[in-house]
C-alpha cells in the first residue's frame, strides 16, 4: 500500500505508478482525501504534545546519557528534552508498518521511513493523549486542529 501527494503537476506520474501496480496486482481500491491539514495539523499537535511530555518526564528525573562505551556503560547525563520525547514516542507510538519500514511524521517519508497515513498519526495522538492523561500531563487540544476534526467526525 502506498500513498500518494498528488497535484495538478505530478498527476502524470501518479498514473504511471498506478499502472505499474495493476500489472502486478490487477485490482486495487483507491480512496483519496483532502491535502488541507487547517491551522493545527497533526504532526505540528504531536511536536507540541512532546514539549510537554519532555518538560514533566525532565521534571520527574528523566535523563538521557551523554555517551555510551562499548560494553554498553553511561557516562555523564543532559536533560531529557522534546526532540528526545519524538524519538521515544514516534517509534512507540507509530512503529513500523506491515512490511517492517519505520514510520514518519514527515508528509513524504524520509531516510528510509514510510511518511504515516492520517489514520497512523490519528492512532499515535490518540495513544499518546491516553498516556498523558494517565499520567496528568497537560497537553494542548485547539478546537481548530486536524486531530479534534477527526474526534468530532468519529463521535457521530
Known amino acids: 500500500m502506498k500513498d500518494f501527494s498528488l497535484t495538478r503537476q505530478s498527476l502524470e506520474s501518479f498514473f504511471n505508478e498506478i499502472q505499474d ?20 495539523g497533526m504532526a505540528k499537535l504531536w511536536r507540541s504534545w512532546m514539549g510537554a511530555t519532555a518538560t514533566f518526564m525532565a521534571a520527574n528525573g528523566c535523563t538521557m546519557p551523554l555517551m555510551i562505551n562499548d560494553e554498553g556503560a553511561h557516562y555523564g547525563a543532559r536533560p531529557f528534552n522534546a526532540d528526545d520525547a519524538h524519538l521515544l514516542f514516534t517509534h512507540q507510538w507509530l512503529g513500523v508498518d506491515s512490511e517492517g519500514e519505520r514510520l514518519s511524521w514527515s508528509r513524504g517519508g524520509r531516510d528510509g521511513m514510510r511518511a504515516a497515513t492520517k489514520g497512523e498519526r490519528f492512532n499515535a495522538l490518540r495513544k499518546h493523549e491516553e498516556f498523558c492523561v494517565e499520567r496528568g500531563i497537560r ?18
Open 139 to 156: 497537553i494542548f487540544n485547539p478546537r481548530d486542529s486536524e486531530y479534534n476534526k477527526l474526534i468530532q467526525e468519529q463521535s457521530y
Open 21 to 40: 501496480e495493476l500489472e502486478v496486482t490487477p485490482l486495487m481500491i483507491v480512496t483519496t482525501q483532502t491535502g488541507d491539514t487547517g491551522k493545527w
